[in-house]
């Protein structure tokens, strides 16, 4: 399944990609030069929408065709493909997500805030070592619900702050986000609790990374967006694992040739 997954790895980042373009092209139009302020009805915002929906059907029809149904439900056997590479890019992504979370810890002055930040760093610990958690029992387990928790708490905490804010497009994007992050960890909870669905687990790991790729030339904080951009390389690493990790459909053995018969003379 190497092919699947670099196939839809790929994927999930060009889509991001493209919509980090999009996004910040729309941050370019969509405000009045006199005024400052952004102008309600440009086109722009209309492609924003129609090519996040067609992102998001997009990445859902392309999981149908990754042979998901060949995937085990067994937590171990879904992330036994791990190699250097993998894991240098989890840490990699869990210094990032640590490190964001950290300073919004920092600069943040509400409590709510801080102690989703706080979730936020135990979480970057959680994300370096999914691969591992269904070696450590109930306790792997229950440390996948720290993410879930992180996120939760995240979304509602943002929405507060922001929901003064007239102007939905300089939040909204990043609600999404979060949204797609929090239903990625949550599918990927799921796993250590015998409830998998492999395609949605893919689907959301790479919608979550694509959401957390488009935000990241939005006016946030540095925190937000080295904890978006962590958790964009995790989540596409996990979900080129959980694709690498299911095995080969096994082809049925050449039967050859029919053997000669001998004719009655």
Known sequence: MQKEAWTYSIAGTVLGAFG?????????????????????GRPISYVVIFYLAAMTAGLWQLSGKMKTDLASDDPEKAMTVTGRLEN????????????????????????????????????AFVLANYPSLSRWGSFGAGLTLLPVA??????VTFYKTNAVNPVVWEYGMQILAIAGALLAVYRLSSYLFFRASPRRAVFACALGQALCLTVLMDNASVG????????????GTLSWVLLHSIPEPQKEDDPGPAPATENNS
Not at 22 to 35: G, K
Not at 108 to 121: K, P, S
Not at 224 to 235: K, N, P, Y
């Open 20 to 40: 980090l373009l999009l996004r910040w092209l729309q941050w370019e139009i969509i405000y009045d030069e006199a005024s400052a302020l952004p102008v309600a």
């Open 88 to 123: 240098v890019l989890l840490v990699i992504a869990a210094l990032a997500a640590g490190g964001g979370s950290a300073l919004l810890f920092l600069k943040e002055t509400g409590v709510l805030l801080r102690i989703a930040a706080l979730l936020g760093i135990l979480s």
């Open 150 to 155: 992180f996120f939760s708490l995240w979304i």
């Open 224 to 235: 937000a967006r080295v904890v978006f951009a962590g958790w964009a390389i995790g989540l």
